[in-house]
């Protein structure tokens, strides 16, 4: 049967099971929450780190391109450069003939003194 003395023991248990729970529930909640908060920080690090790298990879493959691109047209632009310079050395070349050939005409038309 029960007593007031037993009745009192095991309220006294329970008072003291609460109190300990308590106690816990109050170190262990602000460890679990601050683990959890470790982890999402850990995991958006780590999304930001492989954007990033993913960015980097993005931009050095446009450089490449542009690089690529910038030699392409220089290449051209030599290429058109050198044309021109020999169409220039042919047409001096052309004058030149054409200049002596006039020169030689216009002397020869002239009355010699």
């Given at each position: ?32 929450e601050t683990e ?78």
């Amino acid at each position: 049967m029960l007593t007031s003395e037993t009745l009192n023991y095991i309220l006294g248990i329970i008072a003291l099971a609460s109190v300990v729970f308590t106690i816990w529930n109050s170190v262990k909640k602000p460890q679990t929450e601050t683990e959890e908060k470790a982890a999402l920080l850990s995991q958006q690090v780590t999304l930001e780190r492989e954007g990033n790298n993913q960015k980097f990879q993005d931009l050095g493959i446009r450089l490449d391109k542009a690089f690529e691109l910038a030699q392409n047209h220089t290449h051209s632009v030599s290429v058109q450069v050198e044309g021109l310079a020999a169409l220039v050395n042919n047409m001096n070349i052309s004058m030149s003939k054409d200049i002596t050939r006039l020169s030689t005409i216009i002397q020869e038309r002239l009355p010699k003194k």
